[in-house]
T-cell receptor, first 110, second 115 residues
């Protein structure tokens, strides 16, 4: 059974800092991995999708990497802003359409 | 292109009543997924449907829960005889093709409260 773990559970950083969020999964037989953002009381916004054959994807200040063999992904956020404050979720698609981690709650302090 | 739409956004039901949650996928998307987020828990997969077919219902509770995605109209998640433990946020997602290849886009969710 696939399990997804995200570390840290919460993170607080000053504005302007670069930061890394971590995601690990137990079964490397995945098709793809998605990173999402969830604001309090809201739905999920898709940030990046990495196919299993890819090593990384970039969108603006975000860069996500995937090491399928070791069961790890990282989300790098450059030059963080207060508007980046949210919960970031990692999810993998395999035998189950998506299995989610519990997320990292990010606070960027102005 | 409108995003995934869900209604109602908030639903209050008394124990024993029925709850019907609706999801309209993005235009051109024929694959729909339902997920549940319990308080202080992560999102859990419930069911995956394609038009008129249930593809994977491995995450659905065996009793009281059912889902459909008819040829015309929205996908419906139906919960019969609700109990307090059903209180959660229910999210719908859609994609233009299979989850192995395509990104899933999520709706804003329906927050169900059972009193």
């Amino acid at each position: 059974k696939q399990e997804v773990t995200q570390i840290p559970a919460a993170l607080s950083v000053p504005e302007g800092e670069n930061l890394v969020l971590n995601c690990s999964f137990t079964d490397s037989a995945i098709y793809n991995l998605q990173w999402f953002r969830q604001d309090p009381g809201k739905g999920l916004t898709s940030l990046l999708l990495i196919q299993s054959s890819q090593r990384e994807q970039t969108s603006g200040r975000l860069n996500a990497s995937l090491d399928k063999s070791s069961g790890r992904s990282t989300l790098y956020i450059a030059a963080s802003q207060p508007g980046d404050s949210a919960t970031y979720l990692c999810a993998v698609a395999g035998n189950t359409p998506l299995v989610f981690g519990k997320g990292t709650r990010l606070s960027v302090i102005a | 292109n409108a995003g995934v739409m869900q209604n109602p956004r908030h639903l209050v039901r008394r124990r024993g009543q029925e709850a019907r949650l609706r999801c309209s996928p993005m235009k051109g998307h024929s694959h729909v997924y339902w997920y549940r987020q319990l308080p202080e828990e992560g999102l859990k997969f419930m069911v995956y449907l394609q038009k008129e077919n249930i593809i994977d219902e491995s995450g659905m509770p065996k009793e009281r829960f059912s889902a459909e995605f008819p040829k015309e109209g929205p996908s419906i998640l139906r919960i019969q005889q609700v109990v307090r433990g059903d209180s959660a946020a229910y999210f719908c997602a859609s994609s233009p093709g299979t989850p192995e290849t395509y990104e899933q886009y999520f709706g804003p969710g329906t927050r169900l409260t059972v009193t």
